[in-house]
């Protein structure tokens, strides 16, 4: 667990201010249960959440906050197969680099943080090139393997 330096502020704070958005209740609510959990969350699970608390935060709301957090670029959208999207953190002190291996039978993902060294030397080598190739400027990216866990396989 990192320390805020200001506890009254977390870390959210300024990436609305730097995108001119205000920080509202649902913004808050749905931020802190992302900040919270630290897992792959579909927008129904994001709902129930923050439902608890916030009785007056509905679905749409969710759905609606979470589009905004994604183009902020403080949510990344995952797909892990079963057609349903799942939302983790992509900024913030729990948001790790990492990626996923997900099991195509159960659904289990694991999310390793292992090799990135190795990774790094290769997608940095493989980014130049796509950006010189498409004059495309990449600024994140994702990687999922699929496949059978130890107790599917
Ligand atoms: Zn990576
Ligand atoms: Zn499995
Ligand atoms: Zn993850």
Known sequence: MSRTRNRNF????QQFVDNGYRITEPRQAILKVLNKTAGHLSVEDIYHQVHKRYSN???????RTVG???????????????????????????????HHLIC???????????YLDNELKFVNKVEGLLEKK????????QLSFYGLCEKCK
């Not at 935060?57 to 759905?63: A, E, F, Q, S």
């Not at 195509?104 to 292992?114: L, Q, T, W």
Request: charged content about 25%.
């Open 134 to 141: 498409y004059n495309f400027k990449i600024d994140s990216h």
């Open 68 to 98: 905004l957090l994604e183009n902020m670029g403080i949510v990344r959208k995952l797909d892990f197969g079963d057609g349903r999207a799942r939302y983790e953190l992509s900024k913030g002190p729990q948001a790790i680099h990492h």
């Open 104 to 114: 195509k039978n159960c659904g289990k993902v694991i999310d390793y943080k292992e």
């Open 10 to 13: 977390p870390w959210w704070h």
């Open 57 to 63: 935060i509905g679905l749409t709301t969710v759905y």
